[in-house]
């Protein structure tokens, strides 16, 4: 069965790092496009970066861009989020994201990003 699940949430100041992990089981985790998405309660879910199978390509949600790094690690089927120089309206539940050969979608149970002096 495909488990999602992320870790690595916290409170940090603003200027300063977390590093999201998202560990993926039960499909071929190296075969597939991986993303993180955000949301904040009372607001739309939002995508904030994507990796595709390899690594070879990613992509940014525009205002984090210089600020944070996805990558994956296709041996330890982990997913990672790498955020430098947080700040408060990156306050969000972070999520886990891919979508099957059927196009159904798997999400994890997220962790929440609180910045804030």
């Known amino acids: 069965q495909v488990h999602l699940e992320e870790s690595g949430g916290g409170l940090v100041q603003p200027g300063g790092s977390l590093r999201l992990s998202c560990s993926a089981s039960g499909f071929g985790f190296n075969l597939h496009t991986m993303k993180w998405y955000r949301q904040t309660p009372g607001k739309e879910r939002e995508l904030v970066a994507t990796?595709?199978?390899?690594?070879?390509?990613?992509t940014y949600l525009d205002s984090v861009k210089g600020r944070f790094t996805i990558s994956r690690d296709d041996v330890k089927n982990t997913l990672y989020l790498q955020m430098n120089n947080l700040k408060p309206e990156d306050t969000a539940a972070y999520y886990c994201?891919?979508?099957?050969?059927?196009?159904?979608?798997?999400w994890g149970q997220g962790t929440q990003v609180t910045v804030s002096s």
């Open positions: 994201n891919f979508v099957d050969w059927n196009s159904r979608q798997y």
């Open positions: 990796i595709k199978r390899g690594g070879t390509s990613t």
